[in-house]
């Protein structure tokens, strides 16, 4: 059954130790932003696209991440829901989609691709009683920047879908669900 987690609102300390963190690489730093009550938890991080990255957290550790093909939408569902079932996943930190005004020339007649596979995931994490968060990718990189994923351990080099998922699953460890 799925577990309630209440959210956490970070401090102005705790912002600094995030800072040094990067000042000073201390990985340990992490576990001490996640509080206690979601050390256990674990979480699928997910950048939606054409190529997928994800991730899974338990507590403060990348336990596993990969780039997704998920351009065929079927052996992105196949995929997703295999992965929810086989790492007994029931939290899905997912980044969220807009079309913003500025952009919506180049997305007449597009297919949109990413949009369709936000509702896919949600649709499969439904049939697998597992919660979505969604969120805009500047939510998460305003606080995971590169150099805190550096500085924590978490930099997957050449990955940059895999590495946009864990910054997804860090922010969700750290903020708890729906914030």
Known sequence: MMTQTRSRVL??????IADHTVQT??????????PKTRMKSRVLGLDPGETTGSAIM???????????????MEEAISVLH???????????????????AWESDKHKWAALHTPKLV??????????????????????????TDEKLVAWGLWKRGERHSRD??????YHQIFGPGK
């Not at 690489?25 to 996640?34: A, Q, R, T, V, Y």
């Not at 991440?65 to 351009?71: A, M, P, V």
């Not at 049939?127 to 969120?135: G, Y």
Request: glycine residues 4%; proline residues 1%.
């Open 11 to 16: 401090t102005p300390d705790d912002a600094e």
């Open 165 to 170: 998922a864990i910054r997804h699953a860090v």
């Open 25 to 34: 690489g201390n990985i340990g730093i992490l576990e001490k932003l996640i």
């Open 58 to 72: 338990e507590g403060a550790s990348v336990i596993h991440s990969e780039q997704l093909r998920t351009k065929n």
């Open 119 to 144: 509702g896919a995931i949600q649709t499969v994490a439904w049939f697998n009683k597992a919660e979505v968060t969604l969120r805009m990718a500047i939510q998460a990189k305003q606080f995971v």
């Open 82 to 100: 295999r992965m929810i079932r086989e790492w007994n996943i029931f939290e899905i930190a997912c980044e969220d989609y807009r079309v913003y």
